[in-house]
């Protein structure tokens, strides 16, 4: 019987996972495992970690197939042209590839008029197809969805042909990218859209910020929109001379709609966290606040699978820094059930995070996605990802950054659970595509790690301790609700190819053992020990070696000739300067 790694448990405690042999054409992992894949025998190995299968067992008939397999579960893209682009969403399609849109600037500097992109990719991250989305103005896509004919809804704001100012635009496409049809929603002042379903009805809900409908300060904007592109009814929320915005609305399993967003118009402090639900005719069911002393504000809502709710944001309100992430449980009737922030261990006032997504995993527990203002530590934002046991409890916290760098997700719904159960994120990431100062261009990244947080290379991912605090929000319960009549009329955007750039920013670590470097004959090479591998290396090189799940086992220096590096028993992956292989300790 063969071990596998020892894997670290959420508790500290190790949890053994067996590899046994049980015939040359079949081979099975005992324990939890997440990814299965066919040999070319006709059996199947099943794995948490495939190159503890290839490594220990050496089949080369299924060694071209598992690699394919592995390598197709991770990926970090860094996406962008010479100008700017920002990522606002993410879907995952009916085909296990993706969707993702924002606003691209190509011709930046001197251009300034940003466009709506919305990219295809395939399911290892490639580039499936593009489009820009040209007025003559500034345009931005907030929210997407895939539609039953297997096109895509696009939901944002344009400049371009607006009533006045800025107005609500939603644009439905075909399944290549190309326009069926595109309108325009508002009135004589700024309507933005900021979230949007899909109903059951085969419409869709809208929601966002107007100050077309109100007085100088601005109103929650939610519409029901025909599958046509048709108006159905519009609603108005808030308080005159309060700023008041809704940042996510979502179906319910009522038929009805849940949105939520900031209330300066009710509460306690001097921003409140509202919740609205809505029955399907736009009507108010309830609504509810939470908040503290001070400014608290979510981005994000989900139903869960008991018919309650979790949304995330951000709270100044309490912890030590001047924002934490923000984390409310909700029972089906709108009442707390429970209410948390999170914040990095050991900070000060001169940190700041804020949530932008929450999903509901597999497990029951959630991930929690946003950024991270760190201070002092050589980071400008940083990706924050959090996920929390179903009690709202820390199960694990990443980072994932450049140093100097601004790599911040800024939008609403960032993060997927994929299909296999792994997790794709994407958010703004500077110096990838085009390389300059910090705070300049952007672009963005796509990231795909597994269902603990992990990535088979350093890739810029490391731990980031959190500490959770209990929160005790106050709450009340306002009334509001008024209608509105937007104009609505069709646009006709220009369709172009923004050529987009797609670079592995990270590729995930793989090859044999004794790996070579660059060259037709070998300048290193590692060779089995028993507690141990033995490098022999041509000179001085930084080296680090990772389990086969992504934690760094070994930091150090290889000096000219051999060295002795003790690790328990396991499959590792290694990279020494620019040199890269997998080492197994018996």
């Not at 067992?57 to 394919?68: D, I, Q, R, Y």
Request: with cysteine.
């Amino acid at each position: 019987m063969l071990r596998a790694p020892v894997k670290e448990t959420p508790s500290g405690q190790p949890a053994k996972e067996t590899l046994a042999r049980e015939s040359h054409s079949r081979l099975y992992l005992a324990g939890p495992s997440s990814l299965t894949a066919k040999t070319t025998q006709g059996g199947f190995v099943m794995y948490r970690y495939a190159i503890a299968v290839l490594g220990l067992v050496g089949l080369s008939s299924a060694h071209a197939e598992l690699t394919g397999a592995l390598l197709s579960q991770f990926f970090a893209k860094g996406i962008g042209t010479s100008g700017e682009e920002r990522v606002r969403c993410m879907i995952q399609t009916t085909d296990q590839g993706f969707v993702l849109g924002g606003y691209t600037m190509p011709d930046y500097p001197p251009a300034t008029d940003e466009d709506v992109f919305v990219i295809k990719l395939n399911p290892d991250g490639s580039l499936a197809w593009e489009k820009q989305y040209v007025g003559a103005d500034h345009e931005c896509a907030y929210s997407v969805i895939q539609t039953p004919d297997g096109g895509f809804a696009v939901a944002g704001y344009t400049w371009s042909f607006g009533a006045d100012s800025s107005d609500v635009l939603l644009m439905k496409l075909n399944p290549d990218g190309s326009v069926a049809w595109a309108r325009r929603y508002g009135g004589a002042s700024y309507d933005y859209a900021w979230s949007m379903t899909r109903t059951t009805d085969g419409g869709f809900a809208l929601a966002g910020v107007t100050t077309s409908f109100t007085d100088v300060t601005s109103d929650w904007l939610v519409l029901k929109v025909n599958s046509d592109g048709s108006l159905a009814w519009t609603r108005t929320f808030g308080r005159t001379g309060y700023a008041d915005e809704a940042h996510s609305i979502i179906q319910t399993s009522d038929g009805g709609l849940a949105v939520v967003g900031r209330a300066d118009s009710w509460g306690a402090g001097n921003a409140d966290v509202l919740v609205l639900k809505l029955n399907a005719d736009g009507s108010l069911a309830w609504a509810r606040t939470f908040g503290g002393t001070n400014a608290d504000e979510a981005y994000s809502i989900i139903q869960t699978s008991d018919g309650g709710y979790a949304i995330t944001g951000y709270t100044d309100s309490w912890g030590v820094a001047t924002g934490s992430y923000f984390v409310l449980k909700l029972n089906p009737n709108g009442s707390l059930a429970w209410a948390k922030a999170y914040e990095g261990l050991g900070v000060n006032d001169s940190y700041y995070f804020v949530a932008y997504s929450i999903i509901q995993t597999s497990d029951g527990g959630y991930l929690v996605t946003g950024d991270g203002f760190l201070f002092g530590t050589g980071y400008h934002y940083q990706w924050i990802i959090l996920k929390l046991n179903p009690d709202g409890s820390i199960a694990w916290s990443r980072m994932f950054g450049k140093a100097g760098d601004m790599d911040a997700m800024y939008h609403i719904k960032s993060t997927i659970q994929t299909s296999d159960g792994y997790y794709a994120l994407s958010g703004r990431s500077d110096n990838w595509i085009t390389p300059g100062p910090p705070w300049s261009w952007g672009d963005f990244v796509v990231l795909k790690m597994d269902g603990d947080g992990n990535y088979p290379l350093p890739c810029f991912l490391e731990p980031y301790p959190m500490v959770e605090i209990t929160a005790s929000p106050g709450t009340s319960s306002p009334s509001t609700g008024a209608t509105c009549s937007p104009s609505s009329a069709s646009v006709s955007p220009t369709i172009r190819t923004p050529g987009f750039t797609v670079i592995d920013i990270c590729e995930p670590l793989y090859g044999d053992v004794g790996e070579t470097g660059p060259g037709p004959q070998p300048v290193i090479t590692c060779s089995p020990l028993s507690g141990g591998v033995l490098f022999n290396s041509p000179g001085s090189l930084p080296i680090k070696i990772y389990s086969s799940g992504g934690r760094l086992a070994y930091s150090g220096e290889l000096m000219k000739g051999e060295n002795r590096i003790l690790l328990e028993t396991g499959v590792y992956l290694w990279q020494a300067g620019t040199h890269k292989g997998k080492a197994i300790v018996k």
